[in-house]
């Protein structure tokens, strides 16, 4: 593995955290929680309730949710592992929101999206018009409850 290598995710629930933060300890990356200005509670997660906040913003394609924090020095980084649950098939707006606030021009970029019932479904190739500047895109898969060596080996794969 050549170069720096970022670990973003947004969690609402702490599932993708907590497989970003593993992905990022066996990389020797950085780790980057993608937070949003207002955090979603259950009741703006309920997908059964069309006037729930996520319902709304699923709904919106042109929905940007805000986010509080930045990524300082991304110039530094040469790979963005980037994780998120899946909604309504394809990544949380959020995500949408953080793919266009960078310049990611010359970066790998590596889509992982953890899931109770599909996998990464269009995601995978939905996020390449929010970005940016010419980038290599390596195909996103779907990661629940790894262990150790099942991360070594999608690394191995894609690093």
């Known amino acids: 593995m050549s170069g720096k290598v970022l670990v973003a995710v947004f969690s609402a629930s702490g599932v993708t955290k907590r497989e970003g933060q593993q992905i990022a300890e066996i990389s020797g990356g950085d780790f980057f929680e993608i937070v949003p200005e207002e955090i979603y509670t259950s009741k703006d997660l309920d997908w059964n309730d069309s006037k729930s906040r996520s319902s709304v913003e699923m ?8 986010i509080l924090n930045k990524v300082e020095n991304i110039e530094d980084y040469e790979t963005v592992i980037i994780g998120f649950p899946i909604w309504w098939g394809i990544a949380p707006r959020i995500i949408d929101t953080f ?7 010359g970066k790998t970029i590596i889509p992982f999206c953890t899931s109770g019932g599909s996998g990464v479904g269009r995601s995978d190739t939905e996020l390449h018009k929010y970005v940016n500047g010419s980038v290599k895109w390596e195909k996103g898969v779907q990661i629940n409850r790894a262990n150790e060596s099942e991360i070594k080996k999608f690394l191995d794969k894609v690093l």
């Open 99 to 105: 793919l266009e606030s960078y310049d990611f021009s």
């Open 59 to 66: 709904n919106d394609p042109a929905a940007r949710p805000a």
